[in-house]
């Protein structure tokens, strides 16, 4: 019996993560809003006690253009630049 | 019997069925399982690999003609989503056109709805994967429709025709298969609807009252092409006694514009299809596709208080909202038409497209190799 496999696995590419802060105190950070319903509003609820906890700041605020679509490069650039952490979101 | 063949059994009496029973098992076990057909079948649904209904196994045989019938190596990339790390190798392709069931000179159709798929424009990752399930909806064009007998005609959406099964089947496998596209996991869709095992049609560009849909999207009359465009739901809309466009258009634009409709505030595409006597109705007219498109422009809106009272926006009606109307496209060229279906009937339909604007729908060009349409 031969079969043929009709599945490819996603390519896989090298992925450098960003180093983990050892602290949230004082943190540049960045919102991703991937404008699904209430997704501003939610990401501003959590900017707003992360601020209040840690003395976080919101640095660079990304909007995207829908929830299907990547963030430019100009984006990322930003988000690299200006913020030391980021909060992308929202699921539903 | 002849070793590797099978025969069906028509119904039989308790005792006869015995019979049977046994003398089936002896054939069966004179059958090579590497030729047995039903073997083969089953290994494939053991290995998680078909869309509910039994597949074609293929063979090297089937899947280099696959490939030499749209000119392609195995190891060509017909596609790339870059934000799933997806690539779409033609082999692939081939393997998931064999198990749809596909003849060799369907392959072109598949590659250019692929290709679709995988246009930026289209945003795959959205429409594919998202709760409202659609169908990838192809319309196919120009010379090729006759030479693969693509329905465009009686029962276009419906069985009965292996191009329009088979195409759109193998599209489905290969987002299932070879785009990691699968439900419950990168497809989320809550209900789905039955076209995603397959939506392939052709339009009927004989009758129609302008040009067909792929001229109207920038290509050459001569060019066979399938657009894509996903729609999660599909509304036939009747009208017998309407004799003039407007009353006619007028049901399309309640239909487009209903509440439940997912797709009221973002500008987004949708598809019509007119049938044989509603097609006549507005070619009787005098109506161009802008004429069409600019009345649904127009007309395919609500009020503001509408949209308050079923939630679909928040907040509290209020005078103003009963005369404030919000018109649900925003271009004519968003207003897609195509011509199919039986020349009798009152029927026509309408296709939604999924999302708002950030999903588009791709028109490609079909390249079949020695031919230039």
Known sequence: MKLFDPTSKPVERAVMLAPRPTSLRGLR??????????????????????????????TVTNRKRSPSHEIDEAGIKALRAQADLVISGIGD | MRKGTLTLTPA????????????????????????????????????????????????????????AAAGLRGDEILGEIAGRNTE?????????????????????????????????????????????????????????????????????????????????????????????????????????????????????????????????????????????????S???????????????????????????????????????????EHADIIKAAGWSRLDVQRFLVEHTRRRLADFKRTARIPGAVTEQDETTWRHIFENPEDILIACAGGRAGSWSACLPGWGNKWTRSITTRIDVPGRTA
């Open chain 1, 29 to 58: 950070l960045g919102l991703v809003d991937n404008t699904k319903f209430n997704s501003d509003t939610l990401l501003r609820k959590l900017a707003e006690r992360l601020a209040a906890r840690h003395g976080m700041r919101v």
């Open chain 2, 12 to 67: 039989l009496s308790l005792s006869e069925a015995e019979g049977a029973r046994r003398l089936n098992e002896d054939t069966m076990s004179e059958i090579d399982q590497a030729t047995d057909p039903a073997a083969l079948i089953e290994a494939y649904y053991d290995a998680g690999w078909t869309d509910g209904l039994p597949v074609v196994p293929p063979s090297d045989a089937y899947i280099a003609g696959m490939l």
């Open chain 2, 88 to 232: 779409v190798v033609a082999e692939k392709a081939a393997i998931n056109a064999v198990m749809a069931g596909c003849r060799p000179e369907y392959m072109p159709v598949v590659v250019a709805a692929v290709r679709s798929l995988c246009a930026p424009a289209f945003a795959y990752h959205g429409p594919a994967s998202s709760t409202g399930g659609s169908a990838m909806v192809l319309v196919v064009n120009g010379p090729i429709v006759e030479r693969l007998a693509i329905n465009s005609g009686n029962n276009a959406f419906g069985q009965g025709h292996r191009p329009n099964a088979t195409i759109g089947r193998a599209v489905r496998l290969i987002m299932m298969n070879a785009m990691n596209t699968r439900p419950g996991l990168l497809d989320r869709a809550t209900l789905g609807n039955p076209g995603k095992y397959s939506f392939c049609f052709a339009e009927h560009e004989e009758d129609h009252p302008w040009e067909p849909l792929h001229v109207s999207r920038g290509l050459k009359r001569e060019d066979s092409a399938v657009t894509l465009i996903a729609s999660n």
């Open chain 2, 234 to 276: 599909l509304y036939q809309v009747y009208n017998q006694l309407a004799a003039t466009p407007e009353p006619l258009l007028l049901c399309f634009a309640d239909a487009l514009g209903n509440m439940g409709s997912p797709n009221l505030k973002g500008f987004n595409q949708t598809l019509i299809v007119f049938a044989g």
